[in-house]
């Protein structure tokens, strides 16, 4: 069974984090042009996107559970943890103002992006592999998530425990995909259950939450099965590249937005 698995492991860690960034960013435009043109149904651009943007849009989040995975893997392998989590502060601030360019037309100014929610997953493990007392070491893991939801990053709240337990059961995979579903239940449980106080639970609401599981599913078993953990042929680059492309691509959606002010989306034309 492991040889049959190992067969499949066939995508080098840089591989699948460019798969990963590809599938986002066009998953990104859509849904945020969307958002930010003030086109879509209660803060949902699903609703209004023709049904090959909507599935590409569900699809952006393959790319989170592959940044999940490579935050443990930064932390089993890098030399200098505390100079990863610098780096990693560093990055989410040079990356907060791109952020606001595209969130603050619909969620305001108190949002923070997904790197702000690594870097507290980063901290998490850390704290729980440090020396403190259990106790303590709960505590910090807990306070590591609270902080995601002070901030509102993304994945606030989810991001640190699904990071957190791909790290925990590591050399346990069985374990560590009952944990990341579990959670990933809860995620989309509780945002049923305030669609339905809210009174937009539909069909669509369901399709939607369907989707959203099966593409994060789908991002889970990218590392998980198809990746080898073998670096790249050009490490050095490729981790400069993500660093630079993440901030970046915001930039680039909201060059897109200012140019193209008459439409959703500069591809409304292929619509079908």
């Given at each position: 069974?492991?040889?049959?698995t190992?067969?499949?492991?066939v ?5 699948v984090?460019?798969?990963?960034i590809?599938?986002m960013?066009?998953?990104h435009?859509?849904?945020w ?5 003030g086109?879509?149904i ?8 023709p049904?090959?943007q ?14 999940f995975?490579m935050?443990t893997?930064?932390y089993k392998?890098?030399r200098?943890?505390k100079k ?32 702000f ?6 901290l998490?493990?850390?704290a729980?592999?440090?020396g403190l007392?259990k ?9 590591c ?6 901030i509102?990053?993304?994945w ?9 337990f791909?790290?925990f059961y ?8 009952a ?7 809860i995620?989309?449980?509780l ?5 339905i106080?809210?009174g937009?639970f539909?069909?669509t609401?369901v ?40 901030p970046l ?9 200012v ?9 409304v034309?292929?619509?079908?």
């Amino acid at each position: 069974m492991e040889r049959s698995t190992d067969r499949l492991k066939v995508l080098d860690r840089d591989a699948v984090k460019y798969i990963a960034i590809f599938i986002m960013f066009w998953g990104h435009l859509f849904a945020w042009l969307t958002l930010m043109r003030g086109l879509a149904i209660n803060n949902d651009p699903y609703l209004v996107m023709p049904l090959w943007q909507n599935l590409l849009s569900h699809a952006s989040l393959i790319c989170p559970p592959v940044m999940f995975f490579m935050i443990t893997d930064g932390y089993k392998y890098t030399r200098d943890r505390k100079k990863y989590a610098l780096r990693l502060l560093i990055l989410a601030c040079i990356t907060q103002p791109f952020d606001w360019l595209v969130w603050v037309p619909v969620h305001g100014w108190w949002t923070a992006n997904v790197i702000f929610t690594l870097l507290f997953g980063l901290l998490a493990i850390m704290a729980w592999e440090s020396g403190l007392k259990k106790w303590q070491r709960v505590t910090l893991v807990i306070l590591c998530s609270l902080a995601t939801l002070l901030i509102q990053s993304d994945w606030e709240i989810f991001g640190v425990p699904l990071i957190f337990f791909l790290h925990f059961y590591r050399d346990k995979p069985k374990k560590r995909l009952a944990a990341f579903s579990i959670i990933i239940a809860i995620w989309k449980g509780l945002g049923f259950f305030w669609q339905i106080l809210g009174g937009t639970f539909d069909f669509t609401a369901v399709f939607n939450g369907v989707m959203d599981i099966l593409f994060v599913m789908l991002g889970y078993l990218l590392p998980a099965v198809f990746c080898n953990g073998k670096k790249g042929k050009h490490p050095v680059f490729a981790k400069w590249f993500f660093y630079v492309f993440y901030p970046l691509h915001y930039l680039i959606i909201w060059i897109i937005f200012v140019l193209t002010p008459e439409y959703a989306n500069p591809f409304v034309m292929y619509q079908f």
